[in-house]
């Protein structure tokens, strides 16, 4: 079974720090390339970042870039998303997502096969 397991959302103010995990089972983490999406209210879904199987490659969205960083952990089937410099902007519910095109660093939605049901980020100005 396909498992994806958010975790660290919550508030914090404007300028604060957040850092988000991904846990996945080994099965899905191994050859995956795992990415980060969000989605405000009333809004499309949209790519944060993404980190290759490997975690040589990453790709950012123009919005965090300098401000989020994506990284794994293969020995503990983890990937983080450390999030620093938040603005009100931010403010979303953040989805974990897998690929089973693990060399790819994809910000196409359609690209991702397995999702997480969510962590809320909320930014207070």
């Known amino acids: 079974q396909v498992q994806l397991v958010e975790s660290g959302g919550g508030l914090v103010q404007a300028g604060g720090s957040l850092r988000l995990s991904c846990a996945a089972s080994?099965?899905?983490?191994?050859?995956?390339?795992i990415a980060w999406f969000r989605q405000a209210p009333g809004k499309e879904r949209e790519f944060v970042a993404a980190?290759?199987?490997?975690?040589?490659?990453?790709n950012y969205a123009d919005s965090v870039k300098g401000r989020f960083t994506i990284s794994r952990d293969n020995a503990k089937n983890t990937v983080n998303l450390q999030m620093n410099s938040l603005k009100p902007e931010d403010t979303a519910l953040y989805y974990c997502?897998?690929?089973?095109?693990?060399?790819?660093?994809?910000?196409?939605?359609?690209?991702?096969?397995?999702w997480g049901q969510g962590t809320q980020v909320t930014v207070s100005s």
């Open positions: 980190v290759s199987r490997s975690g040589g490659r990453t």
């Open positions: 080994r099965r899905t983490f191994i050859n995956a390339a």
């Open positions: 997502a897998a690929s089973s095109q693990g060399l790819r660093v994809s910000p196409k939605i359609d690209d991702y096969g397995y």
